[in-house]
C-alpha cells in the first residue's frame, strides 16, 4: 500500500523543511485563554462587541473561567454534535 505513494516522500520531506524553518523564524504563540477577540489593536467596532457577552458572568451559577479551564475533561461524543466536521 505504501509503495503506491512512495512518490510523495520527497515533495513531503522538503514540505517539512519549509515547516521547520518558518517555525524556527517564527514560532509559536502560547497559548492563552480568556475573553475572546480582546487584546486586538486595531479591532473594528464589531469585533470589540464581540468581546463583550451579552450577560453578566458574575451572574451566573458557576465560574465561567473554571468551567473553560475543565473543558477537557468532559467526554465528547460525536454524535451529540452533528455539526463537527460538517
Not at 6 to 32: G, S
Not at 43 to 61: F, N, Q, T
Request: glycine share 4%; net charge negative.
Amino acid at each position: 500500500m505504501m509503495l503506491n505513494l512512495i512518490h510523495l516522500k520527497q515533495p513531503f520531506a522538503r514540505m517539512r523543511l519549509r515547516h521547520e524553518l518558518m517555525k524556527k523564524k517564527y514560532p509559536d504563540m502560547p497559548e492563552k485563554h480568556g475573553i475572546p477577540f480582546t487584546g486586538i489593536a486595531n479591532a473594528s467596532a464589531e469585533v470589540r462587541d464581540l468581546a463583550r457577552p451579552p450577560i453578566d458572568p458574575g451572574a451566573l451559577p458557576f465560574d465561567v473561567f473554571e468551567y473553560v479551564e475543565h473543558l477537557d475533561e468532559l467526554p465528547f461524543d460525536p454524535e451529540l454534535a452533528p455539526s463537527v466536521g460538517d
